[in-house]
Antibody, heavy 123, light 111 residues
Framework: QVQLQESGPGLVEPSETLSLTCIVSGGTISGYYWSWIRQPPGRGLEHIGYIYYTGITNYNPSLKSRVTISVDTSRNQFSLNLRSVTAADTAVYYC?????????????????WGQGRLVTVSS | DIVMTQTPLSLSVTPGQPASISCKSSQSLLHGDGKNYLFWYLQRPGQSPQLLIYEVSNRFSGVPDRFSGSGSGTDFTLRISRVEAEDVGVYYCMQSIQLRTFGQGTKVEIK
């Protein structure tokens, strides 16, 4: 059973960088795309971006200038950096397994999720 | 960017009655391979979202058969044949043909 666990600071100061890591257990990070998704309090889901285990990335255009997602296959984990944060970036941040890299169809995208990490941007 | 629009935004259903949620995309989700890349998720209160349906109509492992999905192109529907108490939560549609975009969510509650 694949499990994902987000970790990182729960409080970040405005203008600083939000950094989170997602550790994948019970399965290999290889062969899949992996995503970060966020949810502001009381609101809906927003996809931040995804990374393939080889390092290929694709980001939400609205966040692209501030986001970097990286992967460490040796540690079976991937990470999110969001720069120059403001109060609008306060949200629960989820990591999730995206699709397989070898086929486009037949993928159960976001079949596994972390429990979420609440990150508050405040001084 | 593809915009996903769900209706209604909230739904109150009597247990045992059917429910239906519509999801419309601003661009066609029909890929050249003939598949529509539309997914449905349920987020129960206080929990992470969970996958219900992938590629329009395929129930994910363990999802009860009272859930079904249909549609093609830009119009899609999630149906619950007989709503149960455990179906309470917010339902989201999502497209994956161009990055990923979620609908605003539909909150389902029990009468």
């Amino acid at each position: 059973q694949v499990q994902l666990q987000e970790s990182g600071p729960g409080l970040v100061e405005p203008s600083e960088t939000l950094s989170l890591t997602c550790i994948v257990s019970g399965g290999t990070i290889s062969g899949y795309y992996w995503s970060w998704i966020r949810q502001p309090p009381g609101r809906g889901l927003e996809h931040i971006g995804y990374i393939y285990y080889t390092g290929i990335t694709n980001y939400n255009p609205s966040l692209k200038s501030r986001v970097t997602i990286s992967v460490d296959t040796s540690r079976n984990q991937f990470s999110l950096n969001l720069r120059s944060v403001t109060a609008a970036d306060t949200a629960v941040y989820y990591c999730a397994r995206d699709r397989r890299g070898d086929v486009l169809s037949g993928n159960s995208i976001f079949d596994y999720w972390g429990q979420g990490r609440l990150v508050t941007v405040s001084s | 960017d593809i915009v996903m629009t769900q209706t209604p935004l909230s739904l109150s259903v009597t247990p045992g009655q059917p429910a239906s949620i519509s999801c419309k995309s601003s661009q066609s989700l029909l890929h050249g391979d003939g598949k529509n890349y539309l997914f449905w998720y349920l987020q129960r209160p206080g929990q992470s979202p969970q996958l219900l349906i992938y590629e329009v109509s395929n129930r994910f492992s363990g999802v009860p058969d009272r859930f079904s999905g249909s549609g093609s192109g830009t119009d899609f529907t999630l149906r619950i044949s007989r709503v149960e108490a455990e179906d309470v939560g917010v339902y989201y549609c999502m497209q994956s043909i161009q990055l990923r975009t979620f609908g605003q969510g539909t909150k389902v509650e029990i009468k």
